[in-house]
């Protein structure tokens, strides 16, 4: 698709991941590059070095302004969860293609407003769950297809980090409902939700419960663009509106049973996202910080030769993987989202559908919304179908 021009909204962590995948795929796929005409930030001076720095061909400050515009294609939204309603929705009812990145929204209802957008404009929609791309997880996706595991009894995922365990990490606005929505839940649980719902299936209902441990923090210095950034000594302190901890139990309308653990207060853990699966064939495990492998050990191999293998995921014939370099040569975080821009880019080409769309978006949120009403009300709680 020669000429096809893309707008990012958000200059941070996400704004530059998402550049740099949009820059990096057609270099290793077979598609067109995207254009990269606009970077939209909110302050100019920050947004201008920012779009220089990643590629992009200009910067705005005002994304109403370049959603309106007829040179832009898709609209690709990576700022925090409380403007991704509004932003999208514009996008669709500029006809544009969307991504936007998890959790879809802040809340069912905005969710749900999103899909039906969505729906109406009839355009590609994803949302930005990237480990599904690692080739690993889709590896791991085929396998489960195929019947390797037979009948799948557990489902059993953690996403631990240890960010703000000091008291004196400043109230950034991952620490505040109105920006976030939650907490942990929203931003690692959201995760290991969509890739429950991915390998295994739709979640029948859950039994949440949370946890603030540290309720009180030091306002970060200087309010502007919101980040995690640093605090002046003595600074006035302000109220941590989300949950520091968040876990769930789940059963699946398939009989599988679930559990989901996110925390921030996992001392060593950085971005210690693992899941593993039971099945009446065997196990197979996934870590994040090892994603290039699967640990799998199967029951049909002979009594004594039985035990964990890695599968090493780098082959050509593993999905995504042939496409980078020799087997054994690794490949990182940031792939995962080449290959997101890859699969919305030949949805876009071939008039498909991308996954996870907006409508999965939702049903990720529905999950999360009830595992929160769980918490709140100690009941175990239906997902809504
Ligand atoms: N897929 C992943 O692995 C992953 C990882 C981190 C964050 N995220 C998600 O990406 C999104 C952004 O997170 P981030 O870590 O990049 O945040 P960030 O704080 O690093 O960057 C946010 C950007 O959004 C801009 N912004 C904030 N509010 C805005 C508004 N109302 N209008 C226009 N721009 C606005 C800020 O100026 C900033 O440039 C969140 O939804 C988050 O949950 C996903």
């Known amino acids: 698709m020669p000429g096809f021009r893309v707008a990012l ?6 704004g530059r991941v998402h550049s740099h995948a949009f820059r990096t795929v057609a270099s290793f796929f ?3 590059p995207p254009e990269m005409a606009v970077l939209c930030g909110q302050d100019a001076q920050r947004t201008a070095a920012q779009a220089a720095k990643f590629g992009w061909e200009e910067a705005s400050t005002d994304w109403r302004e370049v959603i309106a515009r ?3 294609d898709l609209v690709d939204v990576c700022t925090p969860g409380d403007s991704h309603a509004e932003i999208a929705i514009a996008a669709l009812k500029a006809g544009k293609h969307v991504i936007c990145e998890k959790p879809l929204a802040n809340t069912v209802a905005q969710a749900k407003q999103m899909a039906a957008a969505a729906k109406k404009a009839g355009t590609v929609t994803l949302t930005a769950y990237n480990y599904r791309r690692a080739p690993a997880v889709a590896h791991a996706k085929r396998m489960i297809e195929r019947g390797d595991l037979g009948r799948i009894y557990h489902f059993r995922a953690r996403y631990l980090q240890d960010w703000i365990l000091d008291p004196n990490f400043p109230l950034v606005w991952r620490l505040r409902k109105e920006v976030a929505g939650s907490g942990p839940h929203g931003d690692l649980n959201a995760h290991i939700t969509d890739m429950a719902r991915y390998l295994v ?4 209902e859950v039994c949440g419960m949370t946890k603030t441990f540290i309720r009180k923090r030091p306002l970060p210095a200087g309010e502007g663009e919101l980040g995690r950034r640093g605090s002046k000594k003595g600074a006035a302190m302000g109220e941590v509106t989300v949950e520091d901890a968040s876990l769930f139990l789940a059963r699946f309308e398939n009989g599988a049973l679930g559990s989901f653990e996110a925390t921030r207060f996992a001392a060593g853990r950085k971005n210690h996202h693992t899941w593993e699966i039971n099945g009446e064939k065997g196990t197979l495990c996934w870590d994040l910080e090892r994603l290039n492998e699967l640990q799998w ?8 030769e039985r035990g964990f293998r890695t599968i090493l995921c780098t082959e050509a014939g593993h999905p995504y993987a042939g496409a980078w370099w020799p087997a054994g040569h690794m490949l990182g975080y940031e792939h995962t989202f080449t290959h997101e821009i890859l699969d919305v880019v030949t949805a876009i080409a071939k008039g498909t559908k991308a996954q996870p769309d907006f409508e999965d978006g939702l049903r990720t949120q529905q ?3 009830a595992a929160m009403r769980s918490a709140e009300t100690k009941k175990w709680i239906s997902v809504p179908r």
Not at 9 to 14: A, C, E, P, R, V
Not at 201 to 204: K, M, R, S, T, V
């Open 297 to 304: 050990y199967s029951t049909e191999d002979a009594p004594t």
């Open 9 to 14: 909204l958000g200059t941070q962590f996400m």
């Open 367 to 369: 999950v999360l919304e």
């Open 30 to 32: 077979p598609v067109d």
């Open 201 to 204: 299936g739709e979640i029948a």
């Open 70 to 72: 007829k040179d832009i």
